[in-house]
C-alpha cells in the first residue's frame, strides 16, 4: 500500500497567520494531488488539486508540489476561526484498473480568535 | 441539484445482518468508490469502479461487495455485518483518469451492534 503520510495536529494558529499543512507521499510515479477539507461530521470538500511541480494559488489557498522531494503543502493566508476543519491530502494512484485517491490520515487545523 | 446521494444517512444494525448502502450519482461520472473513514485510521478505499460493469477491490475489501450495472449506482453490501465494520461510509465519484478529482456523498454512519 502506498503511503500517504500527514501530522495530525492539532494544529493551532491565531487569526489572519498563515496555516501550513504538510504531506508527503511513497510513489515517486503519482502525479496527481489534492487537498479536501472536511469539517467534523461532515464529508471531504475538495479544496485544491496540483499536478506540477512548483505553486498554484487560489484565493486565501496556495498548494506547492515538489515530486523530486515526494512532498506537497497547502498553505492558508490569513486565517479564519471558519477555516477551522481537518485537511486531507489525497494523491491519485494507479490501481490494477483506472485510479483511486489515496488519502493521509488528515491534519486537524484550530483557528483561534 | 447534481450531486452524489447516498441511503440511508444512519443506520443502527445488528451482526449477523445483511445491509446494502446505495450511491447514486447524476454527474455521468465514470469512476465510482467506496470509502470507509475510521477516527485515527482515516479514509480507507473498500472497492472502486473504474467504468460501468467493472469493480475492483481496495485497502479493505473483506466483507463487502459492490456491483456496478449501470453508470449512476454503486451499491455496497455487507453480506453478514460484523462489529468492526461500525464507521461511517463514503461514496465518491470522479470523471476517471490519472488527474481527476473525487466527489464525495454526505456518508452513510453505520453502526453494527
Known amino acids: 500500500q502506498k503511503e500517504v503520510e500527514q501530522n495530525s495536529g492539532p494544529l493551532s494558529v491565531p487569526e489572519g497567520a498563515i496555516a501550513s499543512l504538510n504531506c508527503t507521499y511513497s510513489?515517486?510515479?503519482?502525479?496527481?494531488f489534492f487537498w479536501y477539507r472536511q469539517y467534523s461530521g461532515k464529508s471531504p470538500e475538495l479544496i485544491m488539486s496540483?499536478?506540477?511541480?512548483g505553486d498554484k494559488e487560489d484565493g486565501r489557498f496556495t498548494a506547492q508540489l515538489n515530486k523530486a522531494s515526494q512532498y506537497v503543502s497547502l498553505l492558508i493566508r490569513d486565517s479564519q476561526p471558519s477555516d477551522s476543519a481537518t485537511y486531507l491530502c489525497?494523491?491519485?494512484?494507479?490501481?490494477?484498473?483506472?485510479?483511486?485517491?489515496?488519502f493521509g490520515k488528515g491534519t486537524s487545523l484550530l483557528v483561534t480568535p | 441539484i447534481a450531486g452524489i446521494t447516498q441511503a440511508p444517512t444512519s443506520q443502527i444494525l445488528a451482526a449477523g445482518r445483511r445491509m446494502t448502502l446505495r450511491c447514486t450519482q447524476d454527474?455521468?461520472?465514470?469512476?465510482m468508490y467506496w470509502y470507509r473513514q475510521d477516527l485515527g485510521l482515516g479514509l480507507r478505499l473498500i472497492h472502486y469502479?473504474?467504468?460501468?460493469?467493472?469493480?475492483g477491490k481496495g485497502e479493505v475489501p473483506d466483507g463487502y461487495s459492490v456491483s456496478r450495472a449501470n453508470t449512476d449506482d454503486f451499491p455496497l453490501t455487507l453480506a453478514s455485518a460484523v462489529p468492526s465494520q461500525t464507521s461511517v461510509y463514503f461514496c465518491?465519484?470522479?470523471?476517471?483518469?490519472?488527474?481527476?478529482?473525487?466527489?464525495f456523498g454526505q456518508g452513510t454512519r453505520l453502526t453494527v451492534v
Open positions: 465518491a465519484s470522479s470523471p476517471g483518469g490519472a488527474s481527476t478529482e473525487a466527489f
Open positions: 510513489d515517486r510515479g503519482s502525479q496527481s
Open positions: 496540483i499536478y506540477s511541480n
Open positions: 489525497a494523491v491519485n494512484t494507479p490501481m490494477h484498473s483506472g485510479y483511486a485517491l489515496n
Open positions: 454527474m455521468r461520472h465514470n469512476a
Open positions: 469502479s473504474n467504468t460501468a460493469g467493472t469493480t
